[in-house]
Nanobody, 129 residues
Framework: QVQLVESGGGLVQTGGSLRLSCAAS????????MGWFRQAPGKEREFVAA??????????NYADSVKGRFTISRDNAKNTVYLQMNSLKPEDTAVYYC????????????????????WGQGTQVTVSS
């Protein structure tokens, strides 16, 4: 079992930056692949970024819409995963969720909602134009 708590959301202007954090409980954080998803009003939850466990060399994966602007990272000593968001656009406005899963064989950086077992409560990111 792991509990996830996101923080760092807020209101920012177009072109600005935010860093989201997701703090995880438990002593086995390093065994979990971590992901960030987002959900805008009236839309389905969508994949943003994922990072593998450290034994997979911290491999990362990004949605095309955020490549080159967002960076996912993890600090296993702090049981925390981060999402650095730069060059924000109004279309990035959404509730952002972090998620965790003990990775299945062949899926080091899961991209689908159904692949994750644990979810945080979400943090709102609003980008004004």
């Amino acid at each position: 079992q792991v509990q996830l708590v996101e923080s760092g959301g807020g209101l920012v202007q177009t072109g600005g930056s935010l860093r989201l954090s997701c703090a995880a409980s438990g002593r086995t954080f390093s065994s979990y692949a971590m992901g960030w998803f987002r959900q805008a009003p009236g839309k389905e939850r969508e994949f943003v970024a994922a990072i593998s466990i450290s034994r997979s060399n911290g491999r990362t994966n990004y949605a095309d819409s955020v490549k080159g602007r967002f960076t996912i990272s993890r600090d296993n000593a702090k049981n925390t995963v981060y999402l650095q968001m730069n060059s924000l656009k109004p279309e990035d406005t959404a509730v952002y969720y972090c998620a965790a899963v003990v990775p299945r064989l062949g899926s080091t950086t899961p991209q689908e909602v159904y692949e994750y077992d644990y979810w945080g409560q979400g943090t709102q990111v609003t980008v004004s134009s």
